[in-house]
């Protein structure tokens, strides 16, 4: 199949040819690209399989169907971590946002839900002719989906940032900055053994505090300890790693939280340790939750205005599927939100 398939020249690629390398009719084709509810999930697989490897783009499927608007714009959440990302803090109020400029403009909300990879996610969207329109919620270094995305040249509006930003329309912080502005504030503040509690260096949010961070001791003189720094490991994993961080003699004094959830788990794993925040320790991180809103943690916070990241990038998708001038890159101010330190 996959031979025969790459024999086929993209642009002579119809309906017809997936029907027949498929072996089903024409019909069947088009009812699976429409997402049929009666066509069989093999069976539809199996023609999307055909779609890819003959490198047809979707765009040009839809177009043999009926040119109609679908007036909804479609969600890809990261696959990695999904269910931790629905419940956190940052998803909640950028969808917000999505939501409220998508309401205002006539537009409805899809958002992927199937545990298929990110790259499946578009292509069921664009080749099911679901959507007009695509947000991405987090970009990966080496993005597929990205990539994907631009060969087929689907509108879609990235929340988050990309190595190669060529034709990219993004809407993010300056997560460097902000990285780079916390860490600052606790040395500031006395502290100067400073650990970093990340996510997966695969993702571009995370590399980019990392590095702002790092910066920040850099300028300051301050070493770089990598038994400080955790990163692409199961929350179990983390767990093994603070207790060794926190069983020698230099421990930190203050730790960097990639988000509330991050610190949700670090403040309880350091409660079991006998350890307390911010008595022994401070915690500082992002996004500003209610979570870190307790008094009695004492957590400092850079405020990233996810719900304006949401409207934003909504509106700006908006704007590109209607053929509108924007610029490619919108990035939105953070703020860094101090909370005292205990006096002695």
Do not use: W
């Not at 055909?50 to 009926?66: C, D, F, M, Q, T």
């Not at 608007?69 to 956190?88: C, D, H, L, R």
């Amino acid at each position: 199949m996959e031979e025969e398939a790459l024999r086929i020249e993209p642009k002579n690629t119809t309906l017809s040819t997936i029907a027949e390398l498929a072996g089903v009719s024409k019909s069947t084709v088009s009812r699976v690209l429409s997402d049929h509810p009666r066509i069989s999930q093999k069976t539809k697989d199996k023609i999307y399989q055909i779609i890819k490897e003959l490198g047809y783009h979707p765009n040009e499927v839809a177009r043999s169907l009926a040119n109609k608007s679908t007036k909804t714009i479609g969600i890809v959440m990261p696959i990695q971590n999904a269910e931790a990302f629905y419940a956190g803090s940052f998803f909640q109020e950028s969808l917000r946002g999505i939501c409220t400029i998508a309401s205002e403009s006539g537009y409805d909300i899809l958002i992927s839900t199937n545990k298929v990879s990110e790259v499946d996610a578009i292509g069921r969207y664009i080749n099911g002719k679901k959507v007009d329109g695509i947000i991405l919620m987090r970009s990966k270094v080496k993005d597929e989906g990205i990539e994907y995305l631009r060969k087929t040249h689907f509108p879609y509006v990235l929340i988050g940032s990309y190595e190669d930003e060529t034709g990219v329309y993004s809407v993010d912080n300056d997560n460097f900055q902000a990285s780079k502005d916390l860490t600052s504030y606790l040395i500031a503040n006395g502290k100067r053994r400073i650990g970093f509690i990340g996510g997966t260096t695969k993702s571009v949010v995370t590399v980019n505090r990392l590095n702002g961070y790092k910066k920040a001791l850099k300028e300051h003189q301050l070493p770089i300890n990598e038994a400080f720094i955790l990163t692409d490991s199961l929350y179990t994993e983390n767990s093994i790693c603070l207790k060794s961080m926190f069983s020698s003699q230099d421990k930190p004094d203050a730790l960097i939280v990639l988000d509330d959830q991050v610190g949700g788990f670090v403040i309880e794993q350091l409660s079991g340790m006998g350890i307390q925040v911010p008595r022994d320790v401070r915690i500082a991180g992002f996004n500003n939750s209610s979570y870190f809103v307790n008094a009695s943690l004492c957590i400092s916070s850079i405020e990233i205005h996810a719900e304006e990241i949401g409207s934003r990038a909504c509106q700006m998708l908006i704007d590109v599927m209607n053929n509108k001038q924007v610029e490619h890159k919108v990035i939105v101010d953070h703020k860094l939100v101090k909370r005292d330190f205990p006096q002695p």
